[in-house]
């Protein structure tokens, strides 16, 4: 989950226990200059992005997997790519999907403001369209991070495992929904249904597909980690 407009992170709803969880980031959350800077920046503009947790999540499986061509669903201004790139290395190259006019000039202004322009392809657009093409374009990825509509994770799905490599990763934010996942959907306010029911219908295909190989970690608000078996 990208994190709240407040930089004071207590306030943000966890669903490990606040104090645990600020531990935890004392002692594993690093960043280079230029990405606290672009943090500084987003969060000050309130365009919310990846909690310090899942960015020591993702900087862990960069370093240990040295993915070579990686593919991101929903950009905003770029800080998560970035930080995938800087961990992944300069041979690495991302794909990064995004439509918000907006995010597309911020995150173009971002990866060309600190030399990434060159290791990342900003792809305008509505994700599933775009995701059809790079599917019919034969595209393939060592890593996936999905952090887009939530309603949306189980529509893109099928896409994102036809452009998977043998042994790649599905990593997908957000998935516990602040802990609201595992209520009935009764007690889920009415507009919030359809993408409760929906990122529960997300996680069931993920855990019960004989085809994949899936993990849940309460980390922020709730990441999957997914492979192909």
């Given at each position: ?11 943000q ?5 606040d ?21 500084r ?189």
């Open positions: 989950m990208r994190q709240n407009f407040s930089t004071d992170e207590s306030a709803k966890t669903i490990v226990g104090r645990l969880t600020t531990f935890i980031d004392s002692l594993n959350w690093q960043l280079p200059d230029y990405l606290k800077e672009v943090e920046r987003a969060l000050a503009e309130e365009v919310p992005i990846i909690r310090r947790s899942m960015q020591s999540l993702l900087s862990f499986l960069m370093r240990a997997r040295q993915p070579e061509e990686m593919l991101e669903i929903g950009t905003a201004v770029g800080f998560s790519g970035m930080l995938l790139c800087h961990h992944a290395g300069e041979n690495a190259r991302l794909d990064t999907i995004e439509k918000v006019p907006q995010r597309i000039q911020a995150a173009r202004e971002n990866f060309a403001r600190y030399g990434l322009d060159r290791q990342i392809v900003l792809w305008e657009g509505d994700a599933g369209e775009v995701l059809e093409e790079m599917v019919a374009q034969g595209r393939n990825y060592d890593f996936i991070f999905m952090d887009a509509a939530k309603g949306q994770y189980l529509h893109f799905l099928p896409s994102i495992l036809a452009l998977m490599k043998p042994g790649g990763m599905l990593v997908t934010d957000n998935v516990l929904q602040g802990g609201d996942v595992l209520q009935s959907r009764y007690a889920i306010t009415k507009r919030d249904r359809t993408i409760h029911k929906r990122m529960r219908e997300y996680l069931y295909v993920l855990t019960h597909s004989e085809d994949l190989n899936t993990v849940i970690l309460p980390v922020g608000d709730g990441v999957t980690l997914t492979t192909v078996c």
